[in-house]
């Protein structure tokens, strides 16, 4: 079989960034290649027009590390929100602080207000919303947690009010 002759064109490059000879040395290392086929290798691919992701790139490996973790923080917010809700719901259950409070039609209130708060986190939560939340979303979520008179009306909460 006869060796095909592969015209070469001889180029010589200075570098003046240790850094940069440093990493050349370090690829002809890797690839087990002298040190002008490395150089080939790296100017050939900063040539092309859309160079193939290099799985040891550090930006590349950051945006992976920065999206997993983007991951779990929603998910871990999912998981506070919903215990944030029991927490309340706890609070509403075991403050009975007046006898009115004790009143069916009061706790029956309460619990449509949690419920109505509970709705509005459970579909925020699955159209993706949480992380796009506009201001006007949020507060139709806090008007959950206004007391209102039976005609709809808004009133200071018990706690801010005269005593009787």
Not at 56 to 61: I, K, M, Y
Not at 77 to 99: G, K, N, S, T
Not at 135 to 161: L, N, T
């Amino acid at each position: 079989m006869a060796r095909k002759d592969i015209t070469a064109t001889r180029v010589q490059v200075y570098l003046n960034d240790p850094k940069v000879a440093e990493a050349l040395a370090r690829e002809a290392r890797q690839g087990a290649v002298p040190l002008s086929q490395a150089a080939a290798r790296a100017i050939t691919r900063g040539l092309q027009r859309n160079p193939a992701a290099d799985p040891g790139d550090r930006l590349l490996q950051l945006e992976r590390s920065l999206r997993d973790h983007m991951r779990s923080t929603a998910r871990d917010m999912q998981i506070v929100q919903e215990l944030l809700v029991e927490v309340a719901r706890a609070f509403f259950l075991r403050l009975p602080d007046a006898i009115v409070d004790e009143d069916p039609t009061v706790q029956a209130a309460v619990e449509r207000r949690i419920e109505r708060l509970l709705d509005a986190t459970a579909a925020r939560i699955v159209s993706g919303a949480a992380r796009t939340r506009r201001a006007e979303e949020s507060a139709s979520i806090f008007e959950a947690w206004e007391p209102q008179d039976a005609s709809g009306v808004r009133e200071e909460p018990r706690s801010f009010q005269a005593a009787e």
